[in-house]
């Protein structure tokens, strides 16, 4: 029932009171939107509002006369007010703060979630590739330290840290740089020696 309190759209006034004219069944309706941006923004608006709808009740002319023999005279005692019981004014009070909590958590378990989607946690593994010659059997030597012999599998950080000779009997030795973002697999030409 909260959740279509707050999602249902109500009955519309002009079928409950068929004889309310159309800019004041309009007007009702407005301040029972659902979506905040379709109400009225502020009481004063309202209230604007009001004084603009015809609800068909004549408007008094003048000012109305207090016959004569009202006018003289003692004051006319009213009767005290009779106090509101304090089980009355509890279990308004409670009904009250009920109406609030439930339509509270209705909202909480209605709404959509704004929040952002978490971000992608970073892989904290290394990135490797794979270095291979043509043809294979190349030594690799990372600033003249020796990693092994093509096709190596190397860590980006590793192969970016310096210059990179790739040597094979019989073939031109090859140096490069490669870029820390290298990924898949990087295949280097040896030509033959002359």
């Known amino acids: 029932m909260l959740i279509a309190h707050i999602t249902k759209a109500p009955t519309p006034i002009d079928e409950l009171v068929p004889d309310l004219p159309p800019e004041a069944a309009a007007?009702?309706?407005?301040?029972?939107?659902?979506?905040?941006?379709w109400r009225f923004e502020s009481?004063?608006?309202?209230?604007?509002?009001?004084?603009g709808v015809d609800l068909g009740i004549p408007e008094r002319s003048g000012t109305r006369r207090i016959p004569e023999s009202r006018r003289r005279g003692a004051p006319i005692a009213l009767p005290a007010p009779a106090e509101p019981s304090n089980a009355l004014?509890?279990?308004?009070?409670?009904?009250?703060?009920?109406?609030?909590?439930a339509l509270s958590a209705a909202f909480v378990l209605v709404r959509p979630s704004t929040a952002p989607p978490p971000p992608f946690a970073a892989s904290t593994a290394p990135q490797t590739f794979?270095?291979?010659?043509?043809?294979e059997g190349a030594e690799v030597r990372i600033d003249g330290a020796s990693r092994g012999r093509t096709p190596l599998s190397l860590t980006a950080e590793e192969a970016s840290a310096g210059e990179v000779?790739?040597?094979?009997?019989?073939h031109a030795p090859r140096r490069l740089r490669l870029a820390p973002e290298v990924r898949g697999t990087v295949r280097v030409y040896l030509?033959?020696?002359?």
């Open 43 to 51: 009481a004063d608006a309202l209230a604007e509002a009001i004084r």
């Open 27 to 37: 007007l009702v309706m407005r301040c029972l939107e659902k979506d905040a941006e």
């Open 89 to 101: 004014v509890w279990t308004l009070a409670l009904a009250l703060m009920g109406s609030v909590a």
């Open 165 to 170: 000779e790739l040597s094979l009997e019989g």
């Open 191 to 194: 030509d033959p020696e002359p």
């Open 130 to 135: 794979l270095l291979t010659t043509d043809p």
